[in-house]
């Protein structure tokens, strides 16, 4: 494939359109019909475009519409890692459609060779689904500018950093590195409720916290592609609690899944009363559904817990609010589909925050889809913006 640079921008105004006629194509770029049409005839005849969907009529003929040719893309495996210790992997097209999704869970043995379990997940899907162009892995904490190296990594031990680098020793295919949060940022602007939103974050709660942030409709990384780690915001400086950073004190130890988790198994095998004491003997663990379970019926350890996480959760939020002035939040995590946590996430921050920083605050709306479709949300997002990961994903 060898587009100019102007081919490629006619591309992505193609692929964020959607489909756009020939003369909205002329007027954007200031070219004569005849320029544009050059242009877009080397498209086609590439295999690139499509021309269908006859558009509205302004008086005449009725246009034809040019689209992205996603049949033209070969398959993409997704694999999502949590810090919950989960795999989201998928094998899907770049329109959407799911070929495969399943969920894998990651055990203490997988945790020490994170790598050879991981290569394992992929050689075994190369090789039941022959048409795979691209592979795409999500993972937790921050990664480098250039998509290559995990910078920073709490929740799980890499033989190596730079996981892009050792699987492209391995296989002939494209390979895109990216936060797990940011993943879910691109998916909320696809699909989710941030389409016609330019400034907004998302924030995941789970074994840790992240956000990530779209600024005037581009994602914002920061300078050293570390924005977003509110997690590791030290919001209680008297707190003895050790986050996974090393620090004590930060936002992720006070009130991510695993925070509230530990505090409510602690304080339940000192003696302190709770209905969730037969499940913790049952079971030597509490898990996100206990929790929900004990905040439906208002049980009083859980109730106060959940509290206080959502008082520093809101602090956190103030703070982002304060210095990004997003329109919309967007929160993914277990807890968020409790109405009590967001009633009392919304109470705080509008005891904290400025009126005239208002914004809306809710809950995702898709899901475990969220975990699943992120993968595609990446490959679309590089597609004609990342010029080599481009040409290698549509000659592979």
Known sequence: MKESLREYEILKIIKNRVSISRMELAKLFGLTPARISRLINNLLENNIIVEKNEGKSTGGRRPMLLSINEDNFKNILGINITADDKIYLSVSKVNG??????????????????????????????????????????VTGPVDKDFSKILMSPHYEWETNNI??????????????????????????QIGSCKDVDNFLVLNLCQGIGTSYFI?????????????EIGHIVININSIRKCSCGKRGCLEAEASDKAILKRLESEIKVGKYSILKET????????????????????????????????YIAQGLNIIISIVDP????????LFKSDFV??????????????????????????????????????RENLFENLKFTEKYIQS
């Open 342 to 379: 967001m009633e009392n996430l919304n109470f705080y921050l509008n005891k904290i925050s400025l009126d005239i920083q208002k914004c809306e605050i809710k809950s995702t709306k898709l899901g475990e889809e969220l975990m699943y479709y992120s993968a595609i949300s990446v490959v």
């Open 327 to 334: 329109e919309k939040i967007i929160l993914a995590g277990e």
């Open 164 to 189: 892009v680098k050792y699987l492209g020793r391995k296989y002939d295919l494209p390979i895109i590195l990216e936060n797990d949060v940011r993943a879910m940022a691109y998916t909320e602007k």
């Open 280 to 311: 913790l003997q049952k079971n030597n663990r509490l898990e996100i559904k206990d929790v929900l379970y004990g905040i439906k019926k208002r049980d009083f350890l859980v109730i106060k817990a959940i509290t206080e996480a959502v008082e």
């Open 97 to 138: 459609d799911f070929i495969k999704k399943i969920k894998i869970a990651i055990l203490s043995k997988n945790k020490k060779n994170m790598l050879d379990f991981l290569d394992n997940i992929i050689k075994k899907n190369l090789e039941a689904h022959k048409n795979i162009g691209v592979i795409v892995l999500i």
């Open 216 to 228: 005037d409709n581009k994602m914002y990384r920061g300078f050293h592609s570390m924005a977003g």
